[in-house]
């Protein structure tokens, strides 16, 4: 592993920190606007960190299509979660759970498909969501 590479998970696992925290804003989609602004610092930082030229706007576009490919089933789930904030007295607890560990997991994803392909020289322009997407299901699994 690189220095460039130490750094980036470093970043990677304290953004994902971060979301995993956002998750439990008792508001349902508050707390989805928050993890979505934290992902994007997070690419941000380690764009940076691989001396990557960022444009907030692309990453965005990336970051919705390489989640979407999961919206019809986990990413499903944690509406599911959130919607289950607006139950009132165990609604927030149970959601706010949920919703903290689909952020941090999705978070943590994000942070480390964009870390091997900057790693392998690619950039922003050059990134195909669709051909990194089962790598992103997998790093889901792997959160920690």
Request: charged letters at 15%; glycine letters at 12%.
């Amino acid at each position: 592993m690189t220095e460039k590479d130490m750094l980036a998970t470093e970043a990677i696992k304290k953004y994902s920190l971060y979301s995993a925290g956002a998750g439990l804003i008792p508001m349902p989609l508050v707390d989805f606007a928050a993890i979505s602004a934290i992902q994007l610092t997070m690419l941000k930082q380690v764009s940076a960190i691989y001396e990557i030229p960022f444009d907030s706007d692309r990453a965005r576009s990336i970051v919705a299509a390489l989640i979407g490919g999961l919206a019809g089933t986990n990413l499903g789930y944690g509406l599911g979660r959130n919607l289950l904030k607006a139950v009132p007295v165990l609604g927030p607890v149970l959601g706010g759970f949920s919703v903290s560990a689909m952020g941090g997991a999705v978070t943590w994803a994000v942070g480390r498909v964009f870390m091997q392909h900057f790693a392998s020289g690619g950039t922003l322009l050059d990134f195909d969501p669709d051909a990194m997407r089962q790598h992103f299901k997998s790093e889901i699994g792997t959160a920690h």
